[in-house]
């Protein structure tokens, strides 16, 4: 979820009914301010206030004007009159709370959100925001669906709100509330790839593929070029195996995005379950290039790396690379294990496998699979079978 608009002031919070002269020189300002024309937005915004001494919503406008300019201390200046003229207005004390999470100054955030919804408990803005605020920032997903569910009884038809309570939900593994949350935000904002891209993930979660491929195919046709579906839809289709399929998506979402790293990865997770090694390779080191910090692409290079002399002497780096950036990832150091031995380090091999294998490793059988073929190598079979036993054990499909 995106978190609240950064905005201090919005359109929304004007009366377009209202032909007050007041009223009909903010919407001039904010014309201009779509226009880009911040001088002539500022003269009518400061016409406005002049009108409508009492009315804090010139002010901020004007504030909205400064923070599009970067201008922070203006945005300030502005706020601080709004609130002098207006102390309990909720849109006031709520652009306060939007400016102090834009800052990063969260508990002063809550505290004028909290405000805002005391001075009018039918405003579902700030409890929209206030549930985006315990979601993304406080980690508290419960009580940030009570935030939404507030706003929600208020305006059942904000589909944002609904779209936000389901990905609380499901972050609380509540998968069939969530759904349908994300079904009724799809329903509200039909134009929005967010909720379909939500409720896809969803059924791919609670491991109906057929619906979440159905769900992306649906979402695909009306934004054919949206990356990020492209993507999801590739990996619910690898992980059927369908290593084919999967490459179609994810050399569109490439073409659709070719620069961003993610995507270059995952065409070389496909490339390389299709047994086509060159490419995948090509693919991984393109994602390195544009994100240096793709742990997954570095340690999948590092695997390819121990099998081919051309690259073999950088696969000790990739491997060392991959695991420096997630230690924990017991599959990282089943890699850099893996090329340790292949450079005929078996000493450094066993030294990281065997304690994997009884720690993070422990329920993983590659982990079991690898200790194995080392020791089968070595010579050592009385060690090697148990090892591949265990693998067997935890994975009775475990082909290799």
Do not use: C
Request: charged share 20%; aromatic share 6%.
């Amino acid at each position: 979820h995106a978190g609240p608009v950064f905005a201090v002031s919005s359109i929304a919070v004007l009366d377009t009914k209202d032909n007050a002269p007041a009223a009909q020189k903010l919407r001039q300002g904010q014309e201009a301010m779509a226009r880009r024309d911040h001088a002539a937005a500022n003269a009518l915004f400061r016409e406005a206030a002049k009108l409508s001494p009492q009315s804090p919503l010139p002010l901020l406008a004007l504030a909205e004007s400064a923070r599009v300019r970067n201008e922070t201390d203006l945005v300030e200046k502005w706020l601080g009159e709004a609130l002098r003229v207006a102390p309990k207005d909720s849109t006031t004390l709520s652009a306060w709370g939007s400016w102090h999470y834009a800052r990063g100054e969260y508990q002063k955030a809550e505290s004028f959100k909290k405000a805002a919804v005391a001075a009018d408990p039918k405003a579902t803005g700030p409890l929209v925001d206030l549930g985006d605020l315990y979601f993304n920032v406080l980690g508290k997903p419960e009580q940030a669906a009570e935030f939404y569910r507030r706003a929600l009884a208020i305006n059942p038809d904000l589909g944002g709100a609904h779209y936000a309570l389901g990905m609380s939900l499901q972050s609380g593994a509540k998968l069939d509330a969530a759904i349908a949350e994300f079904k009724e935000s799809a329903r509200l904002s039909p134009e929005n790839p967010l909720p379909l891209q939500a409720l896809a993930r969803a059924l791919a979660q609670k491991g109906d593929a057929t619906g979440a491929l159905a769900t992306f195919d649906q979402l695909l046709k009306m934004q054919p070029a949206y990356a990020p579906a492209l993507l999801d839809k590739g990996d619910v289709l690898l992980s059927q195996g369908k290593a084919d399929a999967a490459l179609v998506e994810y050399t569109l979402a490439v073409r659709a995005n070719p620069k961003t790293a993610l995507a270059h990865m995952k065409l070389g997770m496909s490339q390389q379950a299709l047994s086509r090694p060159g490419e995948a390779i090509s693919s991984y080191q393109t994602a390195i290039r544009l994100d240096p910090k793709q742990a997954i692409a570095l340690n999948n290079l590092a695997w390819l790396a121990a099998e081919r002399a051309d690259i073999a002497d950088r696969g000790l780096a990739w491997a060392k690379q991959a695991v420096a950036l997630n230690g924990a990832e017991p599959r990282f150091q089943g890699t850099l294990a893996w090329v340790h031995f292949k450079r005929g380090e078996t000493a450094k091999a066993l030294g990281i496998l065997e304690p994997l294998v009884k720690s993070a490793g422990k329920t993983l059988p590659e982990s079991h699979y690898l200790l194995g073929l080392v020791y089968a190598e070595k010579g050592d079979k009385a060690k090697a079978i148990p090892a591949l036993r265990e693998a067997l054990r935890l994975n009775p499909a475990f082909s290799q």
